[in-house]
């Protein structure tokens, strides 16, 4: 058992306050998207994408265009990474076809393995984060100029809390695992 990971695991937290003052080195951001492309992927099809904000102009108009939910609290981030995936690839044929009734939601699944290896990464090098689901998609697209093959997925704030945040109690695992 790797107990570092169970450590991070454990302690990485969703943070909603920033410093301001340390930023987030461009090879910290290639160290965890590095990382996160180790996740498998249908077919090892590999279709995420990344498009990172990260100069304070660029991070400024994302969090302008979004002024309400986490995005609020977000002040002081180092750098908002947009996730993506290209969408009828993964879970389809080579004809196109859905191989299952999954369809895109495989690449949604991907994207979700990939955000979670982001997320372990990202807090193993010192970094913290916090996922923004609620967003719109077309007006990140139209900002990060993310090609229309492509379904946007999280943002991902990432840089440096201020303050801890608590550990919200988790239900039993006896109570979610169903063993047959």
Known sequence: MNYELNSIAATRRSIRKYDPTRPVTDAELLEVI????EAPSWKNKQTSRYYVARTPEAITAVRSAFATGNFGKTEGVGALVVTTFKHNIVGFNLEGQP???GGNGWGWYDLGLQGAY?????????LDTLVIGIRDADIL????????DETVGAVIAVGHRVEDAV???RIPTEDIAVFL
Do not use: H, S, V
Request: aromatic share 8%; hydrophobic share 45%.
């Open 34 to 37: 590095r990382f996160a492309q």
């Open 99 to 101: 191989d299952n009734e």
């Open 141 to 148: 697209r139209r900002m990060m100029n993310i090609p229309a």
């Open 118 to 126: 982001f997320l372990l990464k990202a807090a193993e090098i010192g």
């Open 167 to 169: 550990r919200p109690p």
